[in-house]
């Protein structure tokens, strides 16, 4: 049986620390997820048969962070057709990112977002979900770039100006 590539989604939450700008983490904790457990992450996951993938980015966040996503870049520059049946959209990511090896295959799309409401404190696939500055997190990523997932290690590091 031919295996395929899983479609996912991840956001990047801009927002506020201490006067500074900062964006949300977290760390990894899903079931069964070996040693990708406890590395640092975005708010992500996987896009459901048919899924708008924005409707699938509010839902991963809303279920990771417990916020509401209120801005996705580039989602109003969307495009909708339908035309003999099919309902297609396109739209333009932050970036793509695609694992060659390692874990299972997976096409992440990585969206800049703004978020509202109350941070849960941890949940079934997340724990230490946290605002860190742009700045710690740049000198985290560059000192340590092994504690991040590594799927989300080339949308960080663009929009943190790592190189």
């Known amino acids: 049986m031919e295996a395929l590539a899983i479609p996912c989604v991840g956001a990047i939450i801009r927002g506020q620390k201490d006067g500074q700008d900062a964006l949300l983490i977290q760390k990894r904790q899903k079931p069964g997820g070996g040693i990708e457990n406890g590395m640092l992450e975005v708010a992500a996951g996987k896009v459901r048969e048919y899924e708008n993938v924005f409707v699938a980015l509010r839902r991963e966040v809303r279920e990771e962070t417990g916020l509401s996503i209120s801005r996705i870049v580039g989602e109003e520059s969307s495009i909708v057709r339908t035309v003999n049946g099919y309902e297609v959209m396109s739209f333009t990511p932050f970036l793509t990112t695609q694992n060659l090896s390692g874990g299972y295959s997976i096409i992440l799309h990585t969206f800049i977002c703004e978020a509202e409401g109350h941070l849960l404190g941890e949940t079934g696939e997340t724990t230490n979900i946290r605002w860190i500055t742009r700045q710690d997190c740049r000198e985290l990523l560059r000192r ?5 997932y590594p799927l989300h ?3 960080l590091s663009l929009f943190l100006g790592v190189e």
Do not use: K, Y
Not at 144 to 148: Q, V
């Open 153 to 155: 290690i080339n949308a």
């Open 144 to 148: 340590t770039p092994e504690a991040f």
